[in-house]
């Protein structure tokens, strides 16, 4: 252990003695005699940003990550001093900064604390760059686990792991190999049942060690620019988790169809083969909405362009399908062909938009087409450029939506697989290398496509998909998990990644169902069709290389598993749609490992299969051969079984049967889950009635539906519907209360409520205080009443 006089230990360098204190507004400033400032700003009660500067200088401030809608303000801000230290108090917390060694402490106002320094910042300097390596090292907490970091193939608990952040093409990656096609360093930590999280936007290389290489030491680092760290407190982690959602942003609603079943192949073509798989999906009754056109739809893969042989009238085949309810969505790489006969290279070339090595020449490397140079998307010229080069693709030829891939940025025979480092980037004005804007360049990517997209689809919504992504990419884009295998780990992986990606604040997301390089047996198929339902993004996606991989193309067996969970998701779009605006709005993650559902109960802290679906539905996939059921955690609650109504009691591990046409589903007690009936396409019917499926509780619980035009912008002038429902159910009654809000009309003018686990037998029912005669509610059974879609309250009581 370092002492305030040693400055220098084991080649690294630690601030000393605060000399200087200063605050201006919300932004505190403490500065050492050794030139170490460090700059707190609160920005919400919970919420406070740390900031490290080396010579008495911070660099520009400027991030990629940060959304302009963040939420800022606190209710109090008070410093005081003593002999040893500084303490700064808000609203919720305390944070004190020690006067020798300028390390802090995070305690809450009780004094229980929630995250201190160890060494706290320290650095090394770089002689062969410049610059700094920025270090950081805490104190792990008694029992500390932690959670987050996007997309990284390990267990969900990163507890004795070490994690880096190089988005990497890493293709037919496996478990806990690392780092993979996402840069997302927040990570959340959790001890004594009260969370935090630490957001370290740095976009450099990062790496972070959670207890692996000291038992008691949380650290991490970057290989260059600033020690720059968000800290957020929950206690709750679902409280930490919308904190960075918050600070990094959430998308506008996509689309509803974007939410349908997608179909994908590395290729379908020529034109007639695309209609053919389409029509099989018509023809055979499985839905779907999003058909895929990957890279050999391009003459000779140039972006921009058709293969007039393969695709002779591109836009007649987009009209075709369009008429059928198939929406196209088109690849589009950065690597842009060096070839003086085309048009985007000669426009890039000519306006200088490519990105230049250190000494001048562009970047060269070779990617599908061949040599290629690469569009410099960390300039804002540059992006526009690309926004425009979107027209014909969208406003012409009527592609609903594009696939940006290949954007860590790829490249092929080289060992680094991307960039040399020297590359330079405009950085929006920053002036950097590589080292810097590698981890960002997919994001930018990505959200130059996401402009153009938007422009030429307007007043339609976008749809964009990106493989690289580093923090805050979710405000443009979708994603998915890159390259993986038709392996059951990779069934596992799948899981895990989904559910870390959402509590790292990009929800739409999800895998290549069934495994992109090699061949699912049905078996794995049926069994990942099961999970990726339940995943916001729901697409198969394969090599082509070892044949087809499309719902028919195993046995009839799974082909009609395949059609029936396809079709439960369907029916689910009401459910899904508002998980959607709840992530979109309150920052809501789509999906919820069960640590996040349940945080005190330690049970969860260690789970990895189970995860909540929305709100109310727990979904745990079977991810080994021949199972005929599972062992699964249900957590604590009340729980009926999806399939047999049958109830649980959670807070313990249970066997649960699932033979291959099914999957351990259960929905909480309470919930009042909407659904649509099936249709083939988003908008194939006017949904004419809304279905609920109501499960009785004995108590309160709460539900809602969301529901808009399903694309345009109408929603954000209050042409949307917002259905709350308050059920409170009784030993002998059940009382169903809505409220509405938004002025959008939905297409059906009633709502049918199937009741599961009702203990009485209906005798007396009233709508809006009145009692109505039984028949006149359609009463089917004991089990469903049909109501007006205006009813306020629903009073049901029995015997
Ligand atoms: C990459 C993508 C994959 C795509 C292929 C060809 O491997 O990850 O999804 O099919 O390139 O474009």
Not at 31 to 52: C, K, M
Not at 568 to 574: G, I, S, V
Not at 678 to 694: A, D, N
Request: glycine share 8%; charged share 25%; hydrophobic share 35%.
């Amino acid at each position: 252990m370092i002492t305030n006089t040693e400055l220098e230990y084991k080649g690294n360098l630690y601030p000393n003695d605060i000399i200087d204190f200063r605050r201006d507004a919300e932004k505190l400033y403490f500065t050492t005699s050794n030139g170490v400032v460090l700059e707190v700003s609160i920005l919400r009660d919970s919420a406070f940003r740390f900031r490290y500067a080396t010579e008495n200088i911070f660099e520009p401030d400027f991030s990629y990550a940060i959304s302009e809608s963040a939420s800022i303000g606190y209710n109090k801000l008070e410093v005081e001093e003593t002999v040893t230290e500084y303490l700064i108090i808000t609203a919720k917390l305390k944070i004190l900064v020690d006067k020798r060694t300028l390390r802090i402490q995070i305690s809450d106002l009780k004094g229980a604390i929630i995250n201190e320094d160890e060494l706290g910042f320290h650095w090394e300097e770089n002689y062969q760059f410049g610059g700094n390596t920025v270090k950081m090292s805490k104190i792990t907490q008694n029992a500390e686990s932690f959670y987050g970091m996007g997309d990284k193939a390990t267990h969900s608990n990163l507890k004795g792991k070490r994690v880096n952040n190089w988005v990497t093409d890493q293709y037919a990656f496996g478990k806990d190999q690392d780092p993979l096609y996402k840069a997302i360093p927040f990570y959340i930590g959790l001890h004594n049942n009260s969370a935090y999280g630490i957001f370290f936007d740095n976009t450099f290389r990062t790496q972070f060690d959670f207890a692996h290489e000291r038992r008691n030491v949380t650290s991490f680092w970057a290989d260059g620019g600033e020690m720059n760290y968000y800290f957020f407190y929950g206690p709750k982690i679902a409280e930490v988790v919308n904190s960075y959602t918050d600070l990094t942003g959430t998308p506008e609603l996509p689309p509803m169809w974007t939410l349908g079943f997608h179909q994908s192949k590395w290729s379908y073509y020529p034109e007639n083969r695309v209609l053919e798989i389409a029509k099989k999906f018509r023809d055979l009754r499985i839905p779907c909405d999003g058909i895929y056109l990957d890279i050999d739809y391009m003459e000779g893969f140039r972006c921009f362009t058709w293969n007039k042989e393969y695709f002779p009238d591109p836009k007649k085949m987009v009209q075709d399908l369009r008429n059928d309810g198939f929406k196209t969505i088109a690849i589009i790489d950065p690597g842009i062909k060096i070839d003086k006969d085309y048009w985007v290279y000669q426009e890039a070339k000519d306006n200088d938009y490519f990105c230049k090595r250190g000494d001048g020449p562009a970047m060269r490397g070779k990617v599908w087409p061949g040599e290629c140079n690469f569009p410099d998307f960390t300039n804002p010229e540059v992006r526009e450029w690309w926004a425009g080069l979107y027209k014909e693709l969208i406003a012409e030829i009527g592609i609903k939506g594009v696939w940006n891939d290949m954007n860590e940025p790829a490249v092929m025979e080289v060992p680094t697989k991307t960039f040399p480092l020297d590359v330079r980037h405009d950085y929006d004005g920053h002036p950097c290398s590589h080292r810097k804007a590698h981890n960002v360049y997919g994001t930018q990517m990505a959200r130059a496509t996401y402009e153009g997209v938007k422009k030429f689809s307007f007043p339609k919504r976008p749809f964009v998909i990106t493989r690289a992504a580093y923090s805050g990419a979710q405000r443009f884009t979708s994603t998915w998990t890159g390259d993986n295998v038709a392996t059951w780990e990779h069934l596992w992986i799948a899981n895990v990644q989904i559910q870390r990606m959402c509590i790292s604040g990009m929800s739409f997301v999800g895998s290549d169902i069934g495994g992109f390089a090699e061949q699912p047996s049905g078996e794995l198929f049926a069994r990942w069709i099961q999970l990726g339902v339940f995943h916001p993004f729901c697409r198969v996606h394969s090599s082509g290389d070892h044949g087809d991989q499309e719902p028919w193309s195993f046995d009839d067996e799974v082909t009609d598993i395949v059609r029936s969970y396809i079709e439960l998701r369907y029916q689910l779009l009401p459910y899904l749609y508002t998980m959607f605006y709840r992530y979109t709005k309150e920052n809501v993650p789509m999906i919820k490992p069960l640590v996040h559902f349940d945080q005190e109960d330690h049970q969860t802290h260690f789970r990895t299969d189970e995860f909540i679906f929305g709100e109310q539905i727990l979904v745990c996939p079977v991810q080994e051969p021949n199972a005929q059921g599972r062992r699964m955690y249900i957590p604590r609650g009340t729980w009926y079984n999806y399939w047999t109504d049958e109830v649980l009691l959670g807070g313990m591990e249970k066997w649960v049967v699932a033979r291959l046409d099914k999957i351990p589903l259960f929905i909480k007690e309470g919930a009042m889950i909407p659904k649509y009936p099936v249709q083939q396409y988003v908008g194939e019917i006017e949904v004419e009635e809304l279905i609920m499926e109501v499960y009785y509780k004995n108590g309160v619980e709460r539900s809602s539906v969301y529901e808009d035009g399903q694309d345009g912008y109408d929603y954000k002038k209050g042409r949307y519907s917002l259905r709350n429902y308050k059920l409170t159910g009784r030993e002998n009654e059940l009382i169903i209360q809505q409220y509405k809000g938004g002025s959008y009309i939905s297409s059906y003018e009633t709502i049918k409520l199937n009741f599961h686990g009702l203990p009485f037998t209906i005798s007396t029912i009233e709508v809006d205080h009145v009692q109505v005669s039984l028949k006149e509610v359609q009463l089917k059974g004991n089990s469903s009443i049909v109501l007006d879609k205006g009813f306020s309250n629903l009073h049901i009581s029995g015997f």
